[in-house]
């Protein structure tokens, strides 16, 4: 079973920089597409970013394309999430998730299925 451990959010101004780690453990030898959700309150959880380990394709949702950057992290089974030029907007809890197999898009969103592993959550707080 896939276990998730998040790190790196806070609190920042409009404007500032935070990095979102996600430590992966308990894989198999399947590759799995990993990413990240947010969900603010009284909205949706919506994914972010996602990536498949060696396909070389990313997914962004259209609101951090150009401000968020996706990338494996330095230490194996570790995704990082990069987040710049931070909005209020983008204040939400951030949740690592992790599933089996390619990214699935439907309707042009980044998707997961109950099969998929969820991190705590992080939360990350934009000021104005």
């Known amino acids: 079973q896939v276990h998730l451990q998040e790190s790196g959010g806070g609190s920042v101004q409009a404007g500032g920089s935070l990095r979102l780690s996600c430590a992966a453990s308990?894989?198999?030898?399947?590759?799995?597409?990993m990413g990240w959700f947010r969900q603010a309150p009284g909205k949706e959880r919506e994914g972010v970013a996602a990536f498949y380990p060696g396909a070389g394709a990313t997914y962004y949702d259209d609101s951090v394309k150009g401000r968020f950057s996706i990338s494996e992290g330095n230490a194996k089974n570790t995704v990082s999430l990069q987040m710049n030029s931070l909005k209020p907007e983008d204040t939400a809890m951030y949740y690592c998730?992790?599933?089996?197999?390619?990214?699935?898009?439907?309707?042009?969103?980044?998707?997961?299925?109950?099969?998929?592993?969820w991190g705590q959550g992080t939360q990350v707080t934009v000021s104005s």
């Open positions: 308990g894989y198999a030898d399947s590759r799995y597409c």
């Open positions: 998730v992790a599933e089996r197999g390619a990214c699935v898009q439907i309707s042009g969103r980044w998707t997961v299925d109950d099969s998929a592993a």
